[in-house]
Structure formats: C-alpha cells, structure tokens
Nanobody, 126 residues
Framework: QVQLVESGGGLVQAGGSLRLSCAASGRTLSSNAMTWFRQAPGKEREFVAAINWSGGSTAYADSVKGRFTISRDNAKNTMYLQMNVLKPEDTAVYYC???????????????????WGKGTLVTVSS
C-alpha cells in the first residue's frame, strides 16, 4: 500500500518562500508520475505542478509558472515543490498525488492519479 505524506506547509508573508515535500512509503515510486494539486476554501481542487518519472519533464499551472519549481529525488522516494514569491491567492491545502504504474509524461488531472496524501496547509498573509 502506497502512502504519501506532505510536509513543509505553514504561514508565510506575501513574497516569501516555502518548500513542500512529499515522502512516499510502501514501495518505490521511481517509475511513477507525481503531481501537486491544491484546494483553496470554497474552491475546487486545481492542478499546480507535475513531474514525470525521471524528472526530465515538468508542467506548471499558468498561475505558478516562474514562481514554483517541482522536483523529485527518486533515491529518497520524495517529491518537492519550491514555492517562491508567494501570494495570498496561493493560500490552500496542497496535496501530492502519484499515478499507479509507469507513465511517460507529467499528469495534470486529478482523475489520472491513484494515490493521494492528506495535504499540508499553506497560508500566505498579505
């Protein structure tokens, strides 16, 4: 059974930075696409950033492009999201997700993911 655990969330002022981590356990996910989503209060879950199995291909939502960087360390079975120049509108619960089985490219839709973490709250104050 795969488990994903997010960490690194917290309260930060606008313009600040945070680094989220998603640690996987249960089995190695070095062949799996992994993705960050977020959900703000009263809104639907939305795509943030995605990375393919090798880290060689990434994708970003337009709202975070140039500010967020997704990466992974397959040796540590962990994915990261470096968030810079944070804005109040980035406030949300951030979830990591993984797709079962091998998939060549990034996956950007919640329906395409099979494993989910419980989320970590990021609050950006103005």
């Amino acid at each position: 059974q795969v488990q994903l655990v997010e960490s690194g969330g917290g309260l930060v002022q606008a313009g600040g930075s945070l680094r989220l981590s998603c640690a996987a356990s249960g089995r190695t996910l070095s062949s799996n696409a992994m993705t960050w989503f977020r959900q703000a209060p009263g809104k639907e879950r939305e795509f943030v950033a995605a990375i393919n199995w090798s880290g060689g291909s990434t994708a970003y939502a337009d709202s975070v492009k140039g500010r967020f960087t997704i990466s992974r360390d397959n040796a540590k079975n962990t994915m990261y999201l470096q968030m810079n120049v944070l804005k109040p509108e980035d406030t949300a619960v951030y979830y990591c997700a993984a797709k079962a089985g091998f998939w060549g490219g990034p996956v950007m839709t919640p329906g395409g993911m099979d494993y989910w973490g419980k989320g970590t709250l990021v609050t950006v104050s103005s």
